[in-house]
């Protein structure tokens, strides 16, 4: 009964390299949400995903950030050419597919990758 | 821009009295409202939603209030525990799908 998986817990990058953060959903849950929190701050949206399809990415900076989620496998959150300003948790949440509901739904968050960078 | 706010980043209370938690959001759209809570190094848990269609969901010790007109929401514990003591999250969401956040308000409970 495993809940959102999230690895790495921690992740420690130099400026430049590249990070990739992997969320695994619930079993049986097929829409997939990347938050990111700032120090001090709340909860900012990047990314909604279905399988194979990226729904709303307006929440995602314009260059060196893109997410995928495939048929097989966790959904990948990967930063290019990383920047201090990229030092964040990053959380992945999960929610249901309910046919003929709405998309009103509660997420259920992973535990989040604290990315940092030196 | 931000489309949900807390004011209050941070709320002290005695156990046993009660905590009221307030959120305001601006988006007419947001048709359903969630409070979370978080404990460090975890993520958030969700606590308890409300339907733009109700004014009042009760659950337990939690109990949320949503003012329509006022674009206003709160979150009512009580009475309040020191394991209730978190960062307490306010969300809204809309036909988009995607959940907005507030800033989060810390409460503490003091035995």
């Known amino acids: 009964n495993a809940g959102v998986m999230q690895n790495p817990r921690h992740l420690v990058r130099r400026r430049g390299q590249e990070a990739r953060l992997r969320c695994s959903p619930m079993k049986g849950h097929s829409h997939v949400y990347w938050y990111r929190q700032l120090p001090e701050e709340g909860l900012k949206f990047m990314v909604y995903l279905q399988k194979e399809n990226i729904i709303d990415e307006s929440g995602m900076p314009k260059e060196r950030f893109s997410a995928e989620f495939p048929k097989e496998g966790p959904s990948i959150l990967r930063i290019q050419q990383v920047v201090r300003g990229d030092s964040a948790a990053y959380f992945c949440?999960?929610?249901?597919?309910?046919?003929?509901?709405?998309?009103?739904?509660?997420?259920?968050f992973g535990s989040g990758t604290q990315l940092s960078v030196l | 821009d931000q489309q949900v706010k807390q004011n209050s980043p941070s709320l002290s209370v005695q156990e046993g009295r009660i905590s009221i938690l307030n959120c305001d959001y601006t988006n007419s759209m947001f048709d359903y409202f969630l409070w979370y809570k978080k404990y460090p190094a975890e993520g958030p848990t969700f606590l308890i939603s409300?339907?733009?269609?109700?004014d009042k969901n009760e659950d337990g010790r939690f109990t949320v209030f949503l003012n329509k007109s006022a674009k206003h929401l709160s979150l009512h514990i009580v009475p309040s525990q020191p394991g209730d003591s978190a960062v307490y999250f306010c969300a809204a969401s809309g036909d988009a799908g995607k959940s907005t956040f507030g800033d989060g308000t810390t409460l503490t409970v003091k035995p």
């Open positions: 949440a999960s929610s249901p597919k309910i046919p003929g509901a709405g998309v009103n739904e509660k997420l259920f």
């Open positions: 409300i339907s733009s269609i109700k």
